[in-house]
């Protein structure tokens, strides 16, 4: 069985260029999460998606983040305008169900650096 | 507000020694709790969780965890450390969304 997709998984942006990631989950997988991870911390939830509705969103800066799974399968989230306090690694993860029991497998994460 | 708390943001062992990784949750309700492995460049593989039922939770890789809600506690441990072993943890615990610990870096020295 295919793991969770990223893509890339290393990005380097100037302060105030966009940049955008790509996630594919593993198939069948109708929910689908976005994290953000800053160095020393653990993951945190940027925002969750069951098949192309929104379940929470709640900690996503929604000024400069923006995500979308227009199709229920793979989803992307792009910043706009970036800046230095984003840097940090940007993971995927699927689950078969909302619940918050499911397990979620993740993707090897997408690496960015804001100079 | 539920949140986790994990003690030591480094812990170090000896190859063959017992590993105990500490994780302390607040919640108001009982949660669901989890154990992810982080390996160098790698996303988060879960370990084991606690739902309900049995308090003595075993996961891969020899690891296993126990709940005590008197505590508020959800320990990791491993009798025996392995090279292999060596990456973060994390804790995490989850009343609709995983909230995670800070993670722990478990060093095994030969």
């Known amino acids: 069985e295919a793991g969770v997709a990223q893509s890339p998984r290393y990005k380097i942006i100037e302060k105030r260029q966009s940049v955008a990631f790509w996630c594919n989950p593993i198939?069948?997988?109708?929910?689908l999460y976005w994290y953000q991870q800053i160095l020393g911390q653990g993951p945190k939830l940027l925002i969750q998606f069951q098949n192309n509705g929104v379940v929470d969103d709640s900690q996503l800066p929604k000024d400069r983040f923006s995500a979308e799974r227009l199709k229920g399968v793979d989803s992307t989230l792009k910043i706009q305008p970036a800046k230095l306090e984003d840097s940090a690694v940007y993971l995927c993860a699927s689950s078969l169900g909302r619940d918050s029991y499911n397990e979620q497998f993740f993707g090897p994460g997408t690496r960015l650096t804001v100079l | 507000a539920q949140s986790v708390t994990q003690l030591g943001s480094h812990v170090s062992v000896s190859e063959g020694a017992l590993v105990l990784l500490r994780c302390n949750y607040s919640s108001s309700v009982p949660p669901y709790l989890f154990w992810y492995v982080q390996y160098p460049n790698q996303g988060l593989q879960l370990l084991l969780k606690y739902t309900t039922g049995a308090t003595l939770v075993k996961g891969i890789n020899g690891f296993e965890a126990e709940f005590k809600k008197s505590e508020t506690s959800f320990h990791l441990t491993k009798p025996s450390a392995h090279m292999s072993d060596a990456a973060e943890y994390f804790c995490a615990v989850s009343l609709g969304k995983l909230i995670f610990g800070q993670g722990t870096e478990l060093s095994v020295k030969p």
């Open positions: 198939s069948g997988h109708a929910t």
